[in-house]
């Protein structure tokens, strides 16, 4: 990956936010930026240099990973090393604004840094810089979203060997995991969703030790990383034989999610995409059941920028790896979801992992 190219554009930006410096403590900020993958790292940017602090745990590790960056190893905590080197730093010219991402520090930290500066040096919160340029994938990374889109979506025959009634959700789950574990994945991409029968109607019923009754829905929402990615895929399946209204529910999710993707191309604001999916969910009477937005992004985190929901500016740009997830939630009866990963082309959108939408019975 062009971490250099990374490390430059955002160089280039300081001036701009009038900042002298970028401290960066987010985990996958981190890992975008100098490929370093583990827990303990803090990265400063300054338009002539790039630092990596590390504490002794990772010295090798950080050696083997971290690209374009000076690497400093200390008894400290990253953070503390990141504001000696500040603080030293500091007394030369130029030196002054110090951006932070106030949505990855606590107050407690912030206050200790703030402290450990000299005075001539002031904290200020940056714009998410980081995560803006994250927002469009290369081609490196679409390569990745996509083989972890296609392992994530062979989980859903796991899913249907082993979905029946009387068996846990919990249990489905666990199979499906570790056949994610036996493929090569590094983890799941969250919580892995089995919901059934009533509990289907819970968005995120992630999966409990509830038995799969023997009539109804069953939501399933899973997801791997794979090389530091993450998938995300929703299927729902029906347990037993579906009557009029679960039919009619599943056919207005399944013309929503594809009117959706459908939509989906270089310029079209997230809005509109959700307003798509809204407006035909409304058109059968089900609107005020669709509770939650209608997707996301989805890279090095499982959700990232920009969220495709009302209310949200953002335009969808070439390389943008969105979620389209429209849902169906009636409190006792069940819910449906649909969800794909896909990939904003020139043409419109790429499925990442294509599989059948229809409805199975089980």
């Given at each position: 990956?062009?971490?250099?190219?990374?490390?430059?554009?955002?160089?280039?930006?300081?001036?701009?936010?009038?900042?002298?410096?970028?401290?960066?403590?987010?985990?996958?900020?981190?890992?975008?930026?100098?490929?370093?993958?583990?827990?303990?790292?803090?990265?400063?940017?300054?338009?002539?240099?790039?630092?990596?602090?590390?504490?002794?745990?990772?010295?090798?590790?950080?050696?083997?990973?971290?690209?374009?960056?000076?690497?400093?190893?200390?008894?400290k905590t990253p953070l503390a090393s990141a504001g000696d080197w500040l603080t030293a730093n500091g007394r030369k010219p130029?030196?002054?604004?110090?951006?932070?991402?106030?949505?990855?520090?606590?107050?407690?930290?912030?206050?200790?840094?703030?402290?450990?500066?000299?005075?001539?040096?002031?904290?200020?919160?940056?714009?998410?810089?980081?995560?803006?340029?994250?927002?469009?994938?290369?081609?490196?990374?679409?390569?990745?979203?996509?083989?972890?889109?296609?392992?994530?979506?062979?989980?859903?025959?796991?899913?249907?060997?082993?979905?029946?009634?009387?068996?846990?959700?919990?249990?489905?789950?666990?199979?499906?995991?570790?056949?994610?574990?036996?493929s090569g994945a590094e983890g799941m991409s969250f919580e892995t969703i089995v919901a059934a029968g009533p509990r289907s109607?819970?968005?995120?019923?992630?999966?409990?030790?509830?038995?799969?009754?023997?009539?109804?829905?069953?939501?399933?929402?899973?997801?791997?990383?794979?090389?530091?990615?993450?998938?995300?895929?929703?299927?729902?399946?029906?347990?037993?034989?579906?009557?009029?209204?679960?039919?009619?529910?599943?056919?207005?999710?399944?013309?929503?999610?594809?009117?959706?993707?459908?939509?989906?191309?270089?310029?079209?604001?997230?809005?509109?995409?959700?307003?798509?999916?809204?407006?035909?969910?409304?058109?059968?009477?089900?609107?005020?059941?669709?509770?939650?937005?209608?997707?996301?992004?989805?890279?090095?985190?499982?959700?990232?920028?920009?969220?495709?929901?009302?209310?949200?500016?953002?335009?969808?740009?070439?390389?943008?790896?969105?979620?389209?997830?429209?849902?169906?939630?009636?409190?006792?009866?069940?819910?449906?979801?649909?969800?794909?990963?896909?990939?904003?082309?020139?043409?419109?959108?790429?499925?990442?992992?294509?599989?059948?939408?229809?409805?199975?019975?089980?």
């Open positions: 990956m062009d971490h250099a190219g990374r490390q430059t554009r955002l160089q280039n930006l300081l001036a701009s936010h009038r900042l002298d410096a970028l401290l960066i403590t987010h985990p996958a900020n981190v890992r975008y930026l100098c490929g370093f993958t583990g827990s303990a790292g803090a990265l400063v940017i300054t338009e002539p240099r790039v630092v990596f602090f590390t504490d002794g745990r990772y010295t090798e590790q950080a050696r083997a990973e971290v690209q374009e960056a000076r690497t400093l190893v200390s008894r130029g030196l002054k604004a110090v951006g932070i991402e106030g949505e990855h520090l606590t107050v407690a930290e912030q206050i200790r840094l703030k402290e450990a500066l000299p005075p001539g040096i002031r904290l200020r919160e940056s714009p998410p810089l980081v995560e803006r340029a994250r927002m469009v994938k290369d081609e490196n990374e679409i390569a990745r979203l996509r083989a972890a889109a296609v392992l994530g979506a062979s989980l859903f025959d796991v899913a249907l060997k082993t979905i029946r009634p009387g068996i846990k959700e919990n249990e489905v789950a666990a199979e499906m995991e570790y056949a994610a574990r036996q109607a819970l968005p995120h019923g992630r999966a409990s030790s509830a038995p799969i009754p023997p009539r109804g829905f069953v939501v399933c929402d899973f997801g791997v990383i794979l090389a530091g990615y993450c998938s995300d895929m929703t299927r729902t399946v029906h347990v037993g034989s579906p009557g009029v209204q679960e039919h009619r529910m599943y056919e207005a999710v399944r013309e929503a999610q594809q009117a959706a993707v459908g939509a989906i191309r270089p310029g079209v604001g997230v809005a509109q995409i959700d307003r798509v999916a809204r407006k035909i969910l409304q058109g059968k009477g089900l609107g005020k059941y669709f509770t939650h937005s209608t997707g996301h992004g989805v890279g090095l985190e499982i959700h990232e920028a920009p969220r495709v929901a009302a209310g949200q500016t953002e335009d969808l740009q070439l390389g943008m790896a969105i979620t389209v997830e429209p849902g169906v939630y009636l409190p006792e009866v069940g819910g449906v979801r649909i969800e794909d990963l896909v990939v904003v082309t020139e043409r419109g959108a790429e499925i990442l992992a294509p599989a059948s939408k229809e409805l199975i019975t089980i």
